[in-house]
């Protein structure tokens, strides 16, 4: 079977690919801060042992990790106006379901991480009259980022492919695009060639970049 290549249609569209590609980059970082921020409460409240803390914790995290994170999308695109009769716009429903997915995932590599730092590390803080959230800044938590770092990074890397999954909410991030691209051209072949190198080029510096804080690390410990 010959097939003959023609991207000449693709390139001529390609404006449509980059502005997916503007999308998914911002619902990448968005996804990411978001994720980033809150799953440090969220990893801190689920190694506490005050269940007040602890419980509500522990089931936000189970929620989202065990739940598709397609169906997360979709329930906030679909069923979330259905209960508030507020019709949400793409963007938000599609960075809602990724920020809540992915801080469910860095809370527990925030808790692992915490909890395979010594004992005797909290007690000798505690020993010179620290005060807790002195002792996380100052000793605890510089000491964890070596052990959370390589699954921070391996989480950012999984999360920018992820973004595909907002064509679903017809959220124009650059799968969608493709997709528009295809139905218009009859070239799929051509188009999700392109698109798979444009996904290539935009996170493999995130993969580099995560090498070269590793062997940083490594040279430093």
């Known amino acids: 079977m010959s097939y003959t290549f023609d991207f000449s249609d693709v390139f001529s569209n390609i404006d449509l690919l980059l502005v997916g590609v503007r999308y998914t980059v911002l619902l990448w970082i968005v996804a ?25 914790a522990t ?29 949400v716009p793409t963007f938000v429903a599609a960075s809602a379901g990724l920020c809540l997915n992915t801080s469910a995932y860095c809370a527990e590599t925030f808790r692992a991480g915490l909890q395979a730092t010594g004992r005797g590390q909290y007690e000798a803080g505690r020993a010179l009259g620290m005060p807790e959230t002195t002792l996380l800044r100052r000793i605890i938590l510089p000491q964890a980022v070596s052990r959370m770092l390589p699954a921070f990074t391996n989480r950012a890397i999984e999360l920018g492919k992820m973004t595909a999954i907002a064509s679903v909410v017809t959220l ?23 698109v798979a190198l444009i996904y290539f080029v935009t996170i493999y510096p995130v993969t580099l970049l995560s090498y070269w804080l590793e062997a940083r690390q490594r040279r430093s410990a």
């Open 59 to 87: 089931a936000y995290v189970e929620v989202f990790r065990n739940t598709p994170m397609l169906v997360q999308l979709l329930w906030f695109y679909y069923a979330f106006p259905t209960l508030t009769g507020w019709q």
């Open 172 to 194: 124009p991030e650059l799968m969608y695009e493709a997709r528009i691209m295809t139905s218009n051209t009859y070239r799929p072949l051509e188009v999700f060639t392109v």
């Open 32 to 56: 990411f801060a978001f994720g980033m921020a809150v799953g440090l409460p969220l990893g801190l409240a689920r190694g506490s042992s005050r269940r007040l803390l602890h419980l509500p």
